[in-house]
């Protein structure tokens, strides 16, 4: 199974972190922004990463190629059954890929991929209105709903901390830095989460990687 895309993308790592908790092996094939390489561009049409393929299947957004994972390799379930827990989870990851990540994308863009990959500059008035005004009142949130077990729904782990957690490493690679005294037990959440070997591969690839490009 393929992944195209590139881990620094807050989607791309979610499938990434999704398929290692499940056991799945896939490959990742790394495509930048605009690639026109035909065989993503079939798996996505609008040219959005991630995209997949799975033998002659083939799909592009996040939440489908989850879907997918899911129902080919139900275990270990990450998407409960349960109603309530199955819709909170579905709430969390939508906070994570559209609220979150459009205040993180943001920030993102502008300060490192427009800049280092796009040969042009960020917007870094938006950047900064973005940390200073948009990103706290997120994070707050995350600090009030985060319960005691450190794991957003049924006290395990779920396709929820893996859709909120991945963003946190775009805001790690910008040097962001989460105020423990402000948000202890979103620091101490998105640490934990990140140090899991699912996400820890390939934070550190892309630390290597920014490190190179700089
Ligand atoms: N809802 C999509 C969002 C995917 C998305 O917006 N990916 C960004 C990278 S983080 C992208 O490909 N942007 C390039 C573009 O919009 O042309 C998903 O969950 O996969």
Same mark, same amino acid.
């Given at each position: 199974?393929?992944?195209?895309?590139?881990?620094?993308?807050?989607?791309?790592?979610?499938?990434?972190?999704?398929?290692?908790?499940?056991?799945?092996?896939?490959?990742?094939?790394?495509?930048?922004?605009?690639?026109?390489?035909?065989?993503?561009?079939?798996?996505?049409?609008?040219?959005?990463?991630?995209?997949?393929?799975?033998?002659?299947?083939?799909?592009?957004?996040?939440?489908?190629?989850?879907?997918?994972?899911?129902?080919?390799?139900?275990?270990?379930?990450?998407?409960?059954?349960?109603?309530?827990?199955?819709?909170?989870?579905?709430?969390?990851? %939508?906070?994570?890929?559209?609220? #979150?990540?459009?205040?993180?994308?943001?920030?993102?863009?502008?300060?490192?991929?427009?800049?280092?990959? #796009?040969?042009?500059?960020?917007?870094?008035?938006?950047? %900064?209105?973005?940390?200073?005004?948009?990103?706290?009142?997120?994070?707050?949130?995350?600090?009030?709903?985060?319960?005691?077990?450190?794991?957003?729904?049924?006290?395990?782990?779920?396709?929820?901390?893996?859709?909120?957690?991945?963003?946190?490493?775009?805001?790690?690679?910008?040097?962001?830095?989460?105020?423990?005294?402000?948000?202890?037990?979103?620091?101490?959440?998105?640490?934990?989460?990140?140090?899991?070997?699912?996400?820890?591969?390939?934070?550190?690839?892309?630390?290597?990687?920014?490190?190179?490009?700089?």
């Amino acid at each position: 199974m393929i992944v195209y895309g590139s881990s620094l993308s807050p989607f791309v790592r979610k499938v990434l972190a999704f398929a290692a908790e499940k056991g799945v092996e896939v490959e990742l094939k790394p495509v930048g922004i605009g690639s026109q390489d035909p065989d993503f561009r079939e798996a996505s049409p609008f040219g959005k990463m991630p995209a997949f393929r799975d033998g002659d299947f083939a799909i592009s957004d996040s939440s489908a190629i989850i879907a997918y994972l899911d129902a080919i390799h139900p275990d270990p379930n990450l998407i409960p059954v349960e109603a309530k827990a199955r819709a909170r989870t579905i709430w969390y990851e %939508e906070f994570g890929d559209t609220i #979150l990540c459009s205040c993180g994308a943001k920030m993102f863009f502008n300060r490192i991929v427009a800049p280092r990959f #796009l040969g042009r500059e960020g917007d870094l008035a938006a950047a %900064e209105t973005a940390e200073a005004t948009e990103l706290p009142p997120l994070l707050d949130y995350l600090e009030r709903v985060i319960p005691e077990s450190g794991y957003l729904v049924e006290d395990r782990l779920t396709l929820a901390d893996l859709a909120v957690a991945s963003p946190f490493a775009n805001l790690r690679h910008l040097g962001f830095e989460l105020d423990a005294a402000r948000w202890p037990k979103l620091a101490d959440y998105a640490a934990r989460m990140l140090g899991r070997p699912s996400f820890q591969r390939w934070v550190d690839r892309e630390s290597a990687f920014l490190q190179r490009a700089a």
